[in-house]
């Protein structure tokens, strides 16, 4: 089997109603629709970094796929194509029937359409590039915070970093934080509702603490969060209790859950979001002038993941 | 130094008049333009493989972005855009300072924005999604070829595989050699000239045989391809006299050259295309009704490079 043949037996499918065209051309083509813009984002998964040598490949191409649909989340963004670009040591077609039958269901899930893609020999690494469509002028940014905004969390925070760690001690987490890890949900059905409502958005990819900055930083404002207040699963809120380890939770990144500010008066519309989608948004904080981070409850900054 | 300074100090640049923005966010957004099309391709390099670790750092970067651009002249879009997913053993200030310097600079030539990426560390390697615009339904295809059309390609065939094989063998090729193994210029400007007189293009980088191949499998026509018409820089032509040796140039790749098929009709086009644009292109077949490749001359078929 070569190149060509793999490209053709693993990769090459097309969602029903599919609007690409081009594929095995040099470039893939796509139509782009009145008042809307072209929202993109990449992002690589690399073994032994992102995830553990024995993830299986249908984890691999889930999260591989999730982390980059998470990054339009946060834009508030609908996903419409994605480009891959795979490094394999061997080919070993047992993994690549796992691997492109879970990225498949993945992106058949958002109607997603793999339109192009490279693959190449090496150590083991994903990059997907995604792109979607976004109402001309409606993205959510991270530059949109204001003074006395409420800050709010989705659902729990802390749940892959817990994971990871118990796997990196030799304990096999049970299946809510394996798929927490492995399997995160990109919330692309919040953040639709969020355009709406939202000032700023960002995903917890990075860890809450860094990347609730990166939203003070480009809106140039503050915030005062309450430790208290972070929603943790029950598993985690124990072990933080146990340990007072809150860096897991604030620093351990790999959430995919989105943090956003609103003004105050859209707290009735949050609950409205909450009931529609069965999730749960949680308060956390409050949007200040003076331009630092002050977690109350917290004795001193988290250091966050760093590749280097 | 960590992740975020890393992008600031050398990956945070617009060119003059940039109409992107949303970088520093999850995602880059583009606007669109009434009656085009997007047009986007992705080429990952690594070390080892497509080239070899004495290379430097520009020629890295030069390459790593000269081939994805030599994907959009193949479908004759014009370059506006590009993602980076760069994986790095280590952080090296000299190493990104060469790398990012070659890469603005070549970036700078075609108004060609970088609007996101990711690093992330692992064994060296580059990945460019890049993407393109084209007036809707104007993109040169690989389905276009006619019977009768004529078979072209631009300058000289086998020169980047020559000077690769050199290399093996340690022998320093010379700087032509070189620059068309590290340094290979994409036929943008060319591609927007066909675009108003071919029917079929591909951009030679799998090897010429492979590659005129996958025009006539998605155009279901065959050619007839004279190897002594085949154009050559005078060392190969040296080299292939000697050795016989065709495989090299017929199959090596890494030419980044346009082969593409006019209707008769247009070699008068293509002699103004050649004066204007300087550069030489040269007829080396016909496309014909029965579907298989003719190439007189050549005994057998070439092996051309595959990754597994």
């Known amino acids: 089997m070569n190149e060509f043949d793999l490209i053709e037996k693993y990769f090459n ?41 024995n993830t299986s490949a249908g984890d691999i191409a889930y999260k591989a796929l999730s982390v980059n649909l998470s990054d339009l989340a946060a834009m508030g963004a609908t996903p419409k194509y994605f480009t891959l670009a795979l490094t394999l040591p061997e080919l070993n077609e047992v993994w690549l029937s796992e691997f492109s039958k879970a990225l498949r269901r993945l992106a058949a899930e958002y109607q997603l359409d793999l339109i192009g893609g490279d693959t190449t020999k090496g150590d083991l690494s994903i990059t997907v590039n995604i792109i979607g469509e976004v109402e001309t002028g409606k993205a959510l940014l991270r530059s949109g915070a204001k003074v006395g905004d409420l800050v709010y969390v989705s659902n729990t925070i ?59 930083k480009r809106s140039k404002v503050g915030a005062k969060i309450d430790l208290n207040a972070i929603p943790m699963s029950a598993e985690v809120a124990r072990y933080v209790d146990n340990t007072q380890d809150w860096c897991t939770v604030m620093a351990g990144g790999d959430d995919y859950e989105l943090c956003f500010t609103v003004p105050k008066t859209s707290a009735d519309a949050l609950k409205t979001i ?16 003076n331009q630092d981070l002050e977690i109350v409850g917290l004795d001193k900054a988290c250091k966050s993941y760093q590749h280097f």
Chains 1, 2 share one sequence.
Not at 18 to 39: E, K, L
Not at 274 to 289: F, S
């Open 158 to 216: 802390g749940d892959a970093a817990y994971a990871w760690q118990q796997i990196q001690q030799g304990i096999k987490p049970s299946d809510f934080y394996l798929n927490r890890l492995n399997r995160p949900r990109p919330n692309i059905k919040l953040a639709q509702q969020l355009v709406a409502v939202a000032h700023a958005c960002i995903d917890v990819s990075d860890g809450l603490e860094q990347d609730l900055l990166h939203i003070l």
């Open 13 to 53: 499918w097309k969602n029903p109603g599919s609007d690409t065209f081009g594929v095995g051309d040099d470039c893939a083509i796509i139509n782009t629709t009145a008042n809307t813009q072209i929202v993109t984002s990449v992002d690589t998964l690399i073994a032994g970094v992102h995830f553990s040598k």
């Open 274 to 289: 909450e009931k529609n989608l069965n999730i749960v948004l949680t308060k956390i904080g409050v949007i200040t002038k």
